[in-house]
């Protein structure tokens, strides 16, 4: 019987390690989320201004963070996300839009799974209550990609998307901003300082990656203008086994860049880490004048920043313990 006993902790000894070797690593999450970038001036912005913001992004990416979390979807958590978004005034999508030329709101978004590249895009409606919904819906409705005005409009009623008066996107600041532009014939980049556009970025623990974007575009577009947040392959992109890309900028640049894609195609085709192909991209944006950032996952779980810009509304969380929200570069 002794010996019997010193055979089995023998035994167990040598397997132990083995079997502790055969346990898998647990799954690992992450998620990143912008609320647009642009000229921001730490000295212009006051302590309770930095940190209203700073509450506004941790909340938002504490939603999405929570729903990965307790093991759901990155598209659920891009969604939990940006519709927070959407909803604060303070950011440029939904309510709180910037105004056309025209003073109406004209809102964009986009949503795409890596699983499949499905994908979902409604630009120029302005009944919808959170346009992201919309994006998300188009998608699994999987008769097309692309949705615009009147007719994204109709489907939105048909499917059951909240809808809501125009005057709920009205804020007196964004206002501000088209009534001082005519007055004083400036560039929408002059009143605005920022690209307002929201969105985010996630990796699921099953290794899904997904990506949404949601935008007013700029203050006193004309002629229906779109810019980069609903167009697939520029402002948002996602492949499983690859990355999950939102961006926020000067959208003519970006689209004609082709921003979201060209950093997936970096990674998947020259093998670039997603923090270096996130910049040589942004370099090429910058090299033709245009400014803005993007956010990026990877299927490592890498969640970064680029922008090109003094500053960016932004924050990532991980699996790994990261949970973080900045304003300004450098932080």
């Not at 990965?68 to 999508?93: C, H, M, Q, W, Y």
Request: charged letters at 20%; aromatic letters at 6%.
């Amino acid at each position: 019987m002794i010996k019997l006993a010193f055979a089995l902790v023998g035994l167990a000894a040598i397997t132990s390690p083995a079997l502790a070797q055969d346990r898998p690593a647990p799954a690992r999450w992450s998620i990143a989320i912008h609320g647009g970038a642009g000229t921001m001036d730490r000295a212009a912005m006051s302590e309770a201004q930095q940190a209203d913001y700073k509450a506004s992004l941790q909340a938002a990416l504490d939603a999405g963070a929570r729903v990965l979390a307790s093991g759901g979807s990155a598209g659920d958590a891009v969604v939990a996300v940006i519709t927070r978004l959407e909803d604060d005034p303070k950011f440029n999508a939904g309510r709180g839009a910037v105004f056309t030329w025209q003073g109406t709101n004209e809102l964009d978004s986009s949503f795409m799974l890596g699983d499949g590249r499905r994908a979902g895009a409604v630009a120029g409606v302005s009944h919808v209550k959170n346009p992201i919904l919309l994006a998300r819906a188009v998608m699994e409705d999987g008769r097309h990609v692309m949705l615009s005005g009147t007719g994204a409009e109709e489907f939105a009623a048909s499917h059951g998307i909240e809808m809501v008066d125009p005057g709920y996107f009205a804020t007196p600041e964004r206002r501000e901003s088209l009534e001082r532009l005519k007055a004083d014939q400036l560039s929408a980049y002059d009143v605005d300082h920022k690209f307002g556009t929201v969105g985010a970025v996630a990796l699921d623990t099953q290794g899904h990656v997904a990506a949404g974007t949601s935008t007013g575009g700029i203050t006193g577009k004309r002629w229906g203008r779109i810019g980069d947040s609903p167009v697939i392959g520029a402002g948002t992109y996602a492949q499983d086994g690859v990355c999950a890309i939102s961006a926020t900028g000067s959208g003519e640049y970006f689209i004609r860049v082709g921003v979201a894609k060209s950093i997936c195609d970096r990674i998947a085709l020259a093998g670039a880490g997603a923090q270096d192909a996130a910049d040589q991209v942004m370099a090429e944006v910058g090299a033709l004048g245009g400014d803005g950032g993007v956010i990026v996952v990877a299927p490592n779980g890498d969640a970064v920043f680029s922008f090109n810009t003094q500053g960016m509304y932004r924050g990532r969380a991980t699996s790994d313990g990261v949970n973080e929200v900045a304003i300004f570069a450098g932080e």
